[in-house]
Antibody, heavy 120, light 111 residues
Framework: QVQLVQSGTEMKRPGSSVKVSCQASGGTFSDSAVSWVRQAPGQGLEWMGW????????TYAQRFRARLTFTADESTSTAYMELRSLRSEDTAVYYC?????????????WGQGTLVAVSS | QSVLTQPPSVSGAPGQRVTISCTGSSSDIGAGYDVHWYQQLPGTAPKVLIY???NRPSGVPDRFSASKSGTSASLAITGLQAEDEADYYCQAYDSSLSAWLFGAGTKLTVL
């Protein structure tokens, strides 16, 4: 099965941007979507949206729509999540996960997570 | 933002049975969308435990089972083991929000 490998920890200042990568190891994304989910310290999971790399189709959760962009590079089987105008509340572990982008779909597998810490 | 309600915590002694509920609404579970369950061990990424309401991926012990009825779903764990101590999340699609939602999570403590 494909494994998802994410980029490393990021330390950012408020107002800056962060770009996290998620690479499919041992295969490709095929026609699956890559979804992004974040988890603030001690909190639950929050769905952010998804991208279908093969088509470039994206969907964003309403609350992130203004400052979130998903992209993908099919040649390297890598998906990217860029979050702009960072604030302290964006401090979280960000996960990527594949799913079949239908309402009944589940997320599997998951990347190992990327910690993004936002502090002045 | 969760509209899937889970108890914050449950506990049980080794060997016992525990259940975790997940209550939704007419726009998610009640609308017929499948419910999925994830287990998150401390310091690790979530992994799917149950998909499609009641299906176990290969490798998941049959001590884990789940069901769905109406606007709710539940996860049952029998023969509790120390290694089951983790956070458990339900997940379903919500048509009113056009979003894939997670419950707030339930922390399972094995006494």
């Amino acid at each position: 099965q494909v494994q998802l490998v994410q980029s490393g920890t990021e330390m950012k200042r408020p107002g800056s941007s962060v770009k996290v990568s998620c690479q499919a190891s041992g295969g490709t994304f095929s026609d699956s979507a890559v979804s992004w989910v974040r988890q603030a310290p001690g909190q639950g999971l929050e769905w952010m949206g998804w991208i279908v790399p093969i088509y470039g189709t994206t969907t964003y959760a309403q609350r992130f729509r203004a400052r979130l962009t998903f992209t993908a590079d099919e040649s390297t089987s890598t998906a990217y999540m860029e979050l702009r105008s960072l604030r302290s509340e964006d401090t979280a572990v960000y996960y990527c996960a594949t799913f079949t982008w239908t309402p009944g779909s589940w997320f599997d597998p998951w990347g190992q997570g990327t910690l993004v810490a936002v502090s002045s | 933002q969760s509209v899937l309600t889970q108890p914050p915590s449950v506990s049980g002694a080794p060997g016992q049975r525990v259940t975790i509920s997940c209550t939704g609404s007419s726009s998610d579970i009640g609308a017929g969308y499948d419910v999925h369950w994830y287990q998150q061990l401390p310091g690790t990424a979530p992994k799917v435990l149950i998909y499609g309401n009641s299906n176990r991926p290969s490798g998941v012990p049959d001590r884990f089972s789940a069901s769905k009825s109406g606007t709710s779903a539940s996860l049952a764990i029998t023969g509790l083991q120390a290694e089951d101590e983790a956070d458990y999340y339900c997940q379903a699609y919500d048509s009113s929000l056009s979003a894939w939602l997670f419950g707030a999570g339930t922390k399972l403590t094995v006494l």
